[in-house]
T-cell receptor
Framework: DTAVSQTPKYLVTQMGNDKSIKCEQNLGHDTMYWYKQDSKKFLKIMFSYNNKELIINETVPNRFSPKSPDKAHLNLHINSLELGDSAVYFC?????????FGPGTRLTVT | RKEVEQDPGPFNVPEGATVAFNCTYSNSASQSFFWYRQDCRKEPKLLMSVYSSGNEDGRFTAQLNRASQYISLLIRDSKLSDSATYLCVVNVGDAGNMLTFGGGTRLMVKP
């Protein structure tokens, strides 16, 4: 069974659109995360969320917003997409320090 | 200065070779250290945690030098399947348990 799953795997959209990426974990973890990996392969934390507290990386534009309907899900909503948003977005979850990553969503903004 | 710095490589080594990667981190308050492995177009996966006393897992040995703020990973008897990008990862222990990743070191093991 997949531990951390994301949909869609690929997303191609135009500038200015609003899109969402879904993430689900079946590990019973308390904390979930979103990361962005750009074309230079740097992986950067965007959000940490443990259903009580949202920690936001201060460099993340407010066009990005995480939404958690329940403990097992943390979706990423992006408003007014820009060319620079093109990247691979990884969801992850953890109980302690080890983080388990989803397979990634490759977002291309044209 | 990047928070976590690594030589991007690539390191091209023959099968059976021993190869070592280093990583430096800038935040002296960092508390936890890890090596993750990322295969091409795949998600990162934890390879091993790094403890102050150093630790070994099969062919892999990790070392931490807090005074100099660097972490190392040694791979002995390299296999073709070791070809991947190795990510040095640091946790400063702040709220949110967020990890800071280095840019990764690419390893290519050749027959």
């Amino acid at each position: 069974d997949t531990a951390v799953s994301q949909t869609p795997k690929y997303l191609v959209t135009q500038m200015g659109n609003d899109k969402s990426i879904k993430c689900e974990q079946n590990l019973g973890h308390d904390t979930m995360y979103w990361y962005k990996q750009d074309s230079k392969k740097f992986l950067k934390i965007m959000f940490s969320y443990n259903n009580k507290e949202l920690i936001i990386n201060e460099t993340v534009p407010n066009r990005f917003s995480p939404k958690s309907p329940d403990k097992a899900h943390l979706n990423l909503h992006i408003n007014s997409l820009e060319l620079g948003d093109s990247a691979v977005y990884f969801c992850a979850s953890s109980r302690n320090y080890e983080q388990y990553f989803g397979p990634g969503t490759r977002l291309t903004v044209t | 200065r990047k928070e976590v710095e690594q030589d991007p490589g690539p390191f091209n080594v023959p099968e059976g070779a021993t190869v070592a990667f280093n990583c430096t981190y800038s935040n002296s308050a960092s508390q936890s250290f890890f090596w993750y492995r990322q295969d091409c177009r795949k998600e990162p996966k934890l390879l091993m945690s790094v403890y102050s006393s150093g630790n070994e897992d099969g062919r892999f040995t990790a070392q931490l030098n807090r005074a100099s703020q660097y972490i190392s990973l040694l791979i002995r008897d390299s296999k073709l399947s070791d070809s991947a990008t190795y990510l040095c990862v640091v946790n400063v222990g702040d709220a949110g348990n967020m990890l800071t990743f280095g840019g990764g070191t690419r390893l290519m093991v050749k027959p």
